[in-house]
């Protein structure tokens, strides 16, 4: 392959990729999207037998 085609080829991967980034933020849609940011996963049953009785959950939100 001569240089010149190696960086067309170089050229279109940059294009194709900042493109399909470009229409993923024109396209984006925020409501249809799960927020990910109020979901705390519970605690392990290996976490809980280590935590004592009086140590706040993993689940319940704890303001000091």
Known sequence: MSK???LLLILAF???TFG????MIITWD???EESITGTLPKPTLALA???PPEA???DK????
């Open 4 to 6: 010149t085609k190696i």
């Open 30 to 32: 925020r409501d249809t």
């Open 61 to 64: 939100r704890v303001t000091l």
């Open 49 to 51: 037998q280590i935590l």
């Open 20 to 23: 399909s980034f470009i229409w």
């Open 56 to 58: 706040p959950h993993a």
């Open 14 to 16: 940059v294009i194709l």
